[in-house]
């Protein structure tokens, strides 16, 4: 069974995809290759274009910032969870930069920045090479590759 908040997580990297993607041809009688033009793989999303998306997502009063309850929300509507509440409090400690208790854009894009592991202004598939590590550095719980103490 999957965790239910790795699980929202993946929904939402999925929303992310670039809108011009096209998705391939599934007919089993598709013709075979033709010569004509390569369809080119659509390109990872900026770190801009995420940030955007995590702002469309969560931030439901349209306030421009996100706040634990707006977070709570959608990661865990029917509050099943007491994990998640600790697991967004944690969020909004690294990621709020403004101690203001809400998650600003400019809040998201330096945390995503942080994510962008070749600095080349895309999340592509390299820079999460650790899968869900890369969510979790970002939150902060454990830093990236740092082994927890006593361990």
Excluded: C
Excluded at 33 to 52: C, I, L, N, R, W
Excluded at 68 to 96: C, G, Q, S, W, Y
Excluded at 115 to 130: A, E, V
């Amino acid at each position: 069974m999957p965790i239910p908040i790795a699980a929202k997580f993946l929904a939402i990297a999925r929303d992310i995809k670039s809108p011009d993607a096209t998705p391939p041809a599934t007919s089993a009688s598709a013709p075979a290759k033709s010569a004509g033009p390569a369809v080119k793989p659509a390109a990872p999303p900026t770190v801009a274009q995420v940030a955007d998306k995590i702002m469309d997502r969560f931030d439901k009063n349209d306030d421009q910032a996100i706040s634990a309850a707006e977070l709570n929300a959608v990661l865990d509507p029917k509050d099943k969870f007491a994990r998640i509440d600790k697991m967004v409090a944690n969020l909004l400690d690294k990621v709020d930069s403004s101690d203001d208790g809400l998650i600003s854009k400019s809040e998201w894009m330096t945390a995503l920045n942080r994510l962008d592991k070749n600095g080349d202004g895309y999340l592509s598939r390299p820079d999460f090479h650790h899968g869900l590590d890369s969510l979790i550095a970002l939150v902060g719980s454990l830093p990236h590759h740092e082994i927890p103490p006593g361990g």
